[in-house]
C-alpha cells in the first residue's frame, strides 16, 4: 500500500511570505501529524488531527497552523515565513492513537532566505 | 514538562559487540515508550514499542519505571544497524503528541 506522502519535496521561500505543505496519509489512517526537524531543537511536534478537528498542539506561535480534509488529507501552513522557520517538516500518520505508532512522510524541506 | 534525554550524541562500536543506546525520561505519569530510527536516505520508521514487549531486528528494551529510563539493547551488533536512533514518548493514554530525545548516531564499525 501507498505510505505517506508528502509535497513538495523542497521548497524556497523568501521571508515575510507563506507557505503551504500538502501531507497525504496512509488509506485508512485517519489522524496525520506534523512535526518540525531542525539541527538545533530536533523534532518537535507541531499538531495533530482527527477527523478534520486538531486534538492536538505544539508549542509553535500562531503563525503556525494546519487543517484536515474529510479524506483525511492535511495540509499546514506557515504564514509571514522567518529564516528560523527553515527545517524538515515531517507528516506521520496512524490510525488513532499510538498503539502502533505512527509512520513518517519523507518530509518537505523548507529554506527561508 | 516531559522529556526525553539521550545523552548520546555519537555511538560507535564493532560488529559483533554489544550495543546499548541510553534514553531517559521525565513524566509524572505512565507513559508509553518507542525506539524510532532512520537508516541512511530513508524515512524514520517505528522499530519499537513498550507495551508490546517485542524484539525487532534483534533490540529489545525495558521500561525501567524506577530509573526512568528506557534503553535499547542489542547482544550482537550487525554493520546494517548503523542509523540515528530517536527515543520518544506519548503520554498516558496514548495521546498521538511524542516527544523525542535528540537522537543517538550509531555507526558499527565491521
Known amino acids: 500500500k501507498a505510505g505517506v506522502t508528502q509535497t513538495p519535496r523542497y521548497l524556497i521561500k523568501t521571508r515575510g511570505q507563506q507557505v503551504t505543505l500538502s501531507c497525504s496519509p496512509i488509506s485508512g489512517h485517519r489522524s496525520v501529524s506534523w512535526y518540525q526537524q531542525t539541527p538545533g531543537q530536533g523534532l518537535q511536534f507541531l499538531f495533530e488531527?482527527?477527523?478534520?478537528?486538531?486534538?492536538n498542539k505544539g508549542n509553535f506561535p500562531g503563525r503556525f497552523s494546519g487543517r484536515q480534509f474529510s479524506n483525511s488529507r492535511s495540509e499546514m501552513n506557515v504564514s509571514t515565513l522567518e529564516l528560523g522557520d527553515s527545517a524538515l517538516y515531517l507528516c506521520a500518520s496512524s490510525r488513532g492513537g499510538q498503539t502502533y505508532g505512527y509512520t513518517f512522510g519523507s518530509g518537505t524541506r523548507l529554506t527561508v532566505v | 514538562a516531559q522529556r526525553v534525554t539521550q545523552p548520546e550524541k555519537l555511538l560507535s562500536v564493532f560488529k559483533g559487540a554489544p550495543v546499548e543506546l541510553k534514553c531517559n525520561y521525565s513524566y509524572s505519569g505512565s507513559p508509553e515508550l518507542f525506539w524510532y530510527v532512520q537508516y541512511s536516505r530513508q524515512r524514520l520508521q517505528l522499530l519499537l514499542r513498550h507495551i508490546s514487549r517485542e524484539s525487532i531486528k534483534g533490540f529489545t528494551a525495558d521500561l525501567n519505571k524506577g530509573e526512568t529510563s528506557f534503553h535499547l539493547k542489542k547482544p550482537f551488533a550487525q554493520e546494517e544497524d548503523s542509523a540515528m536512533y530517536y527515543c520518544?514518548?506519548?503520554?498516558?493514554?496514548?495521546?498521538?503528541?511524542?516527544?523525542f530525545g535528540k537522537g543517538t548516531k550509531l555507526t558499527v564499525n565491521p
Open positions: 488531527y482527527f477527523s478534520e478537528t486538531q486534538r
Open positions: 520518544a514518548l506519548s503520554e498516558q493514554g496514548g495521546s498521538e503528541k511524542l516527544v
